[in-house]
């Protein structure tokens, strides 16, 4: 078997499980977590969840997510170009890959370090673990609707060859 | 008004209909 199919094959593999993972976790942070939360500090029970779900969950929530991304590129391998210039047929997974690529982006450089803040991983004043919580929330939730489209446009088989016409 | 990424049906309408938006925009405008 010629070298490129392995890579392709092994690739988008690793691809789908970190994918699921990263994906998977998201969701359970904003379907489950952040209602939870909230019952849990009405009742004083929330820092279990604080100490020590949401550190473990950010830290498979926020590799997972590299690591998706890095099998993604090595998955598109040559044609990687073309898909982040939406040209020569990649246009619909070049939308799934730039919207993919803005959530990394949100991850790593909104949810993370704002996390670290609410969490007591880095030192705030309350003031700036409130604006954090608030940053984090939203971004979290960005992340949410933009995974809608964005699996609508990667998760394209025959029919959405169909779809687009090509 | 309020931010529709507040609620959880908000947000997930918002992704339908940035995928129905994008799904027009790549369907009449890329290649």
Partial sequence: MEHVDWVAALSRWVHFMAGIMWIGLLYYFNFVQVAALKNATADGTAAGISKHVAPRALLFFRWAAVVTWLAGAALLGPLFTDTFLLRNGMGPMGIGAWLGTIMLFNVWVLIWPNQKKILGLTPASDAEKNTARRVAFLASRTNVMLSIPMLFFMAGGWSHRALFGL | ?31
């Fill in chain 2, 1 to 31: 008004m309020k931010n529709p990424l507040d609620s959880l049906w908000g947000t997930v309408i918002s992704g339908v209909v940035l995928t129905v938006v994008l799904y027009v925009f790549a369907r009449n405008f890329l290649g």
